[in-house]
Structure formats: C-alpha cells, structure tokens
C-alpha cells in the first residue's frame, strides 16, 4: 500500500506525497502556453497601478495573474522535486514534517521541511501543504478526500476552560461566536458592506471568519480592515461592531490567563517560549534598550504568539489522534494540512475495503473527546472528484489560463506517455527502513531548495 506513516513519538513524521500526472501536465502546459499573454497583460496593469489607476476589476484581475506567477513557480518547483511518473500515473515525494517551529520544538503544528519565500512574500513549502490552494486540489483531488477540523483554533481556544487553561468569563463571547458562527459572520459582512468577491481567492465569507482567527493571534479589528480594504466603518476610531471590540478584549485576557497558567504547570518551558517570542517580535534589537511603550506593546505580541503556539499544540494533538482513526479504518495519510489531512481509501487486512468516512469522521470525533477533553467536530469539506472534467477542475484550468485567448478556449491537457509499466513507489514503511533511499530522497530536495535559495539571492 502507499501510504505514508505517522510516527507519533517523534519529532518527525515522513509521508508520502503524490501528485496526479495528467492535471500535473495539464496545469503545466496551460500555465506555459498563457505566459507571454500574461507578463505582457501584468505589465499593463502595473503600470495602471503604479499611478493609482486600477478599478475593483482590474485590480482583481492584476491579482489573479499574479496568483498564477506563483502557482506556475510552485508547480515548477515540483516537478523538480517529483520528477518521476509510477505506474499510477501518480508523481510523489517522500516528505518530512517536523513537530513545531524553532521556537518551540515538539509542541505546536506539523510543518513540511524545506520552505521559500514566493515572489509576494509569503512563505511556502513546495508540497501539498504548502502550494497554493487552487494546485492542492488539482493535483490530490482526484483520489484524495480533504477532512477538516470545523472552526479549529477558535473551537480549541473556547475550550481552555475545559483543559484548565482559562477561566469560562475570559471565554463567554469566543463560545458564542463558535455556537453562532453564521450570524456573526452576517453581522460582519453587513456592517463593513463587504463584497461578494473581495480579491481573487478570497470571498466575504473567509474575509469575516479571518477575523477572530487574527484576534486569537494577537492582531488588531484595525488592521484586519486595512488589509482587506474594507469599509472603515468608525473603527480607526475605536468604534466600529461593539460585539468584536468586546471579543477583541476578552481574548487578550485570555491570552494573559493561559500563560499564567501554563507557566504554573511548565515554568521553564513556559518561559523558554515567551523569552523566545519577544527576541522575535524585537526583530533583533537588544530587549534592554527599547523604550518602554514599545516594550509594553512588544510584550503583548509575544504572550498573545505564545497563546498561539499552545492552542496550536492542542489542535496538534488531536489532528495526530484523528490521523490514527483514519489508519486504522484503511485511509492513507497524504498530506497533513495543519488542521486537516489529505487521505486516499486503501484497503483493510484481506483486502477488505476501508471503512466509509462517514463512519470514521464520527468515531473521530469521539475519540477525540476520550483522549483529550476536547469536543471537535472532523469533517469532509468539497474537494474531491471523480472526474478531470469535473466543472470545479475546468474552472481551476480557466483561471490558469488567463488572459484567455481571443476565441475563448482553454488549452486542452496533454496526452501522458504511458506509465502501466512503470514500478510504483514504495511504501512510506518501506522507505523508513531504508536510510540510503530515504537520505538520497532528503538530499535531492534540500539540494534543489539550496539552488533556488542561490538564485534568489543573486537576482
């Protein structure tokens, strides 16, 4: 079986990743062929944008072609790492997560190794989890299910009361908001008159559920309004909805009460981490010499990063718990998606087909409150399909090859030399009993990230 296998004692984890060949091709062939097209329409919008000329559509527009610059930079990064069609017609790569961050070793979420900075700046890993999300689902979707924590970190974080982290009083507005999450929502879009489309890939709907995920992180409603480009609606002036000023309030002392007490349970640990979090949030900048008010502001941002990191460690541990449940019902593990997995039905022992999800998703849930106290709901979100013609594949295609051409066709997908006689990879298991093939793995990957890290620095 190709699967990937989770190692819950350890730092690590090792899986494999696979990738469907044809819509690898087909997303390839479309990004190429509508390159020139695209750079030399990118240069007509920014030249608009450089004099404040742009509308919402054109401003759209500029975004969507500069989200396929980084999907074609992401897929091109994987067909080095994953050169090689199986005769599944399936890419893959042997991938490793580590257990936390350099801040907090072995606590917090799963992260895949090997990361780079995109041509917009954000952070990526040239894998499932790290790619953007249009390429995630063109690529696992046609045999992977996508299951996914509902609400995590906020859900997590409204339960602290539970876990004895947190006093119910600092938690009552964050409990409404996970009971009532579409009426806050509502409230939200409404009063910010948020439009259907914000940009590119990001709806109404993900533009007001990102914003008590920020505030349990440690940003502002202020800043959240700014970078959506919303409405500012009296909030620059302290105003703005009553209701999330005052969830704003409630989860900084949140944030105070669980660093109380887990450094009661965990002192050194404790401070270890909060230590580690103002050396980053100082930027470098010796502690002893910044001012006072900015210390003040300073030390917030760290205890409300390290309330992060210890909900993200829960939210980890019961995401390790769930990949469990789904092993033992016949799934393979594919990608671990931080709050969520990506995972393909395999077989039982003899062959037996695995369990429904339906079946696994509630035992899940279960057994995630056996183990851990916490009540969190997995379930299945729409992602796969059972066809490359499926209408949420064309539309992904489509979007890839803007600027369309004149005639409005979408290049068609290429044909895939034949691979019926090609071995198929070995098995994650497999490949952890075998160091020399799993170091020779490790090091084409950190080689190829080497490289690219070179010429990023000499442009």
């Given at each position: 079986m190709r699967a990937r296998e989770t190692e819950a004692a350890a730092s690590a984890a090792q899986l494999l990743e696979e990738y469907d060949a044809s819509n690898f091709a087909w997303a390839s062939h479309v990004l190429i062929t509508a390159c020139e097209q695209r750079e030399r329409r990118m240069d007509e919008l920014e030249a608009m944008e450089s004099v404040d000329q742009l509308n919402q559509v054109t401003s759209a527009e500029l975004g969507r072609l500069r989200r396929n610059c980084t999907i074609a930079d992401a897929i091109r990064r994987l067909a080095e790492i994953a050169p090689d069609v199986d005769g599944n017609a399936r890419r893959g790569q042997y991938l490793?997560?580590?257990?936390?961050?350099?801040?907090?070793?072995?606590w917090g979420r799963h992260y895949a190794c090997g990361t780079y900075v995109d041509a917009r700046g954000k952070r990526r890993s040239p894998d499932l989890q790290g790619c953007p999300r249009e390429l995630r689902r063109l690529l696992a979707a046609p045999f992977c299910h996508d299951l996914d924590f509902v609400n995590s970190l906020p859900t997590v974080a409204s339960q602290l009361d539970a876990l004895g982290?947190?006093?119910?009083?600092?938690?009552?507005?964050?409990?409404?908001?996970?009971?009532?999450?579409?009426d806050w929502f509502a409230d939200i879009i409404a009063w910010h008159a948020i439009p259907a489309q914000v940009d590119a890939t990001t709806t109404a709907k993900e533009a007001a559920k990102s914003l008590p995920i920020r505030l349990l992180h440690g940003g502002t409603y202020a800043?959240?309004?700014?970078?959506?480009?919303?409405?500012?609606?009296?909030?620059?002036?302290?105003?703005?909805?009553?209701?999330?000023?005052?969830?704003?309030?409630?989860?900084?002392?949140?944030?105070?009460?669980?660093?109380?007490?887990?450094?009661?349970r965990c002192p050194q640990w404790t401070d270890t981490l909060l230590h580690r979090k103002r050396l980053k949030k100082a930027g470098g900048r010796p502690l002893d010499g910044i001012p006072l008010w900015q210390r003040e502001r300073l030390e917030r941002r760290a205890i409300a990063s390290a309330f992060a990191?210890?909900?993200?460690?829960?939210?980890?541990?019961?995401?390790?718990?769930?990949?469990?449940?789904?092993?033992?019902?016949g799934w393979i593990i594919h990608s671990l998606q931080q709050d969520g997995v990506l995972a393909e039905p395999g077989c039982l022992a003899g062959g037996v087909p695995a369990e429904p999800?339906?079946?696994?998703?509630?035992?899940?849930?279960?057994?995630?409150?056996?183990?851990?106290?916490?009540?969190?709901?997995?379930?299945?979100?729409?992602?796969?399909?059972?066809?490359?013609?499926?209408?949420?594949?064309?539309?992904?295609?489509?979007?890839?090859?803007?600027?369309?051409?004149?005639?409005?066709?979408?290049?068609?997908?290429?044909?895939?030399?034949s691979t019926a006689s090609r071995p198929v990879r070995p098995t994650a298991q497999q490949m952890f009993r075998s160091k020399e093939s799993g170091a020779a793995a490790a090091a084409r990957r950190a080689a190829v990230l080497e490289r690219h890290a070179m010429e990023a620095t000499t442009r």
């Amino acid at each position: 079986m190709r699967a990937r296998e989770t190692e819950a004692a350890a730092s690590a984890a090792q899986l494999l990743e696979e990738y469907d060949a044809s819509n690898f091709a087909w997303a390839s062939h479309v990004l190429i062929t509508a390159c020139e097209q695209r750079e030399r329409r990118m240069d007509e919008l920014e030249a608009m944008e450089s004099v404040d000329q742009l509308n919402q559509v054109t401003s759209a527009e500029l975004g969507r072609l500069r989200r396929n610059c980084t999907i074609a930079d992401a897929i091109r990064r994987l067909a080095e790492i994953a050169p090689d069609v199986d005769g599944n017609a399936r890419r893959g790569q042997y991938l490793s997560y580590m257990h936390g961050s350099l801040d907090c070793p072995a606590w917090g979420r799963h992260y895949a190794c090997g990361t780079y900075v995109d041509a917009r700046g954000k952070r990526r890993s040239p894998d499932l989890q790290g790619c953007p999300r249009e390429l995630r689902r063109l690529l696992a979707a046609p045999f992977c299910h996508d299951l996914d924590f509902v609400n995590s970190l906020p859900t997590v974080a409204s339960q602290l009361d539970a876990l004895g982290l947190c006093h119910s009083n600092h938690l009552t507005l964050l409990k409404n908001y996970c009971a009532n999450r579409d009426d806050w929502f509502a409230d939200i879009i409404a009063w910010h008159a948020i439009p259907a489309q914000v940009d590119a890939t990001t709806t109404a709907k993900e533009a007001a559920k990102s914003l008590p995920i920020r505030l349990l992180h440690g940003g502002t409603y202020a800043a959240w309004v700014t970078d959506f480009g919303l409405r500012d609606a009296g909030v620059a002036c302290g105003q703005g909805l009553p209701i999330i000023h005052q969830l704003e309030a409630q989860i900084k002392s949140a944030h105070a009460a669980t660093l109380r007490a887990m450094r009661a349970r965990c002192p050194q640990w404790t401070d270890t981490l909060l230590h580690r979090k103002r050396l980053k949030k100082a930027g470098g900048r010796p502690l002893d010499g910044i001012p006072l008010w900015q210390r003040e502001r300073l030390e917030r941002r760290a205890i409300a990063s390290a309330f992060a990191v210890i909900i993200q460690g829960y939210e980890d541990a019961c995401l390790m718990t769930a990949v469990r449940v789904l092993q033992t019902g016949g799934w393979i593990i594919h990608s671990l998606q931080q709050d969520g997995v990506l995972a393909e039905p395999g077989c039982l022992a003899g062959g037996v087909p695995a369990e429904p999800l339906a079946v696994l998703t509630d035992r899940a849930s279960q057994v995630l409150y056996d183990t851990h106290g916490l009540r969190i709901k997995l379930i299945e979100k729409p992602f796969h399909v059972t066809s490359r013609d499926d209408p949420a594949i064309l539309e992904i295609i489509r979007g890839l090859a803007l600027p369309l051409p004149a005639n409005g066709e979408v290049p068609g997908s290429p044909l895939l030399a034949s691979t019926a006689s090609r071995p198929v990879r070995p098995t994650a298991q497999q490949m952890f009993r075998s160091k020399e093939s799993g170091a020779a793995a490790a090091a084409r990957r950190a080689a190829v990230l080497e490289r690219h890290a070179m010429e990023a620095t000499t442009r």
